[in-house]
């Protein structure tokens, strides 16, 4: 109602403890599969296995959306879930979702933050080790027993994100990409600006 900025708790499914419960419940070779990828996920797939030297890694990819939540679409809320875009069938359509809240209660900070927490996991999914702390330093909280009793065994797998799908306006909210109706232009691949396309 003010519009001020607050700082709060949130909850967040880190990607870390999601992939490792799908690896202990799932199948492997049907975790590692990459038949779905498309060319460019194959192909940095095979980058990252050059890159980290293993010959085993997990793809999976991000997903953000708004989505309306009542009866008239007045309000929406924003999600971020993970994909395992590497699988084909029902498991390649298959969405968790990462993090869930209000729109009203998002601005570009509140993404940052998430990122932050998402980009700390990340680290330690490709990397294959556990986290000693949490994502800014602080001592485990209550909260984290499990992930403290854990820290002594390796992760049994590697990770890493092959994709982020979403919308060009969630993609500027979360980002900071450039929106598609401003003068500087909307790619970070060439230096295209609307005034320039012809109609």
């Given amino acids: 109602k003010t519009e001020g900025e607050y700082t709060t708790k949130i909850p967040l499914i880190l990607p870390l403890d999601l992939l490792e419960m799908i690896w202990d419940l799932g199948v492997k070779d049907v975790l590692l599969s990459d038949d779905n990828l498309d060319t460019a996920g194959k192909k940095h797939m095979?980058?990252?296995k050059e890159h980290l030297q293993v010959e085993e890694l997990m793809a999976w990819g991000m997903h953000g959306d708004g989505?309306?939540?009542n009866y008239d679409r007045t309000e929406s809320v924003v999600m971020i879930s993970l994909n395992?875009?590497?699988l084909s069938g029902r498991n390649g359509r298959l969405r968790i979702p990462l993090v869930i809240l209000p729109d009203h209660a998002m601005n570009g900070h509140?993404?940052?933050d998430i990122n932050t927490v998402?980009?700390?996991s990340m680290r330690h999914l490709v990397s294959g080790s556990r986290p000693c702390?949490?994502?800014d330093g602080?001592?485990?909280a209550r909260s984290d027993r499990k992930r403290q009793k854990k820290n002594d065994d390796p992760l049994p797998f590697r990770a890493c994100m092959v994709q982020c799908r979403a919308d060009w306006d969630w993609m500027g909210k979360c980002f900071h990409l450039p929106f598609h109706n401003v003068k500087e232009g909307c790619c970070w691949l060439c230096r295209c600006r609307r005034?320039?396309?012809s109609l």
Avoid: K
């Fill in 133 to 135: 702390c949490r994502h």
């Fill in 118 to 120: 998402i980009a700390w």
């Fill in 110 to 112: 509140t993404f940052d």
């Fill in 46 to 48: 095979a980058w990252m």
């Fill in 84 to 86: 395992l875009p590497g």
């Fill in 195 to 197: 005034d320039q396309v």
């Fill in 67 to 69: 989505i309306p939540c």
């Fill in 138 to 140: 602080s001592a485990w």
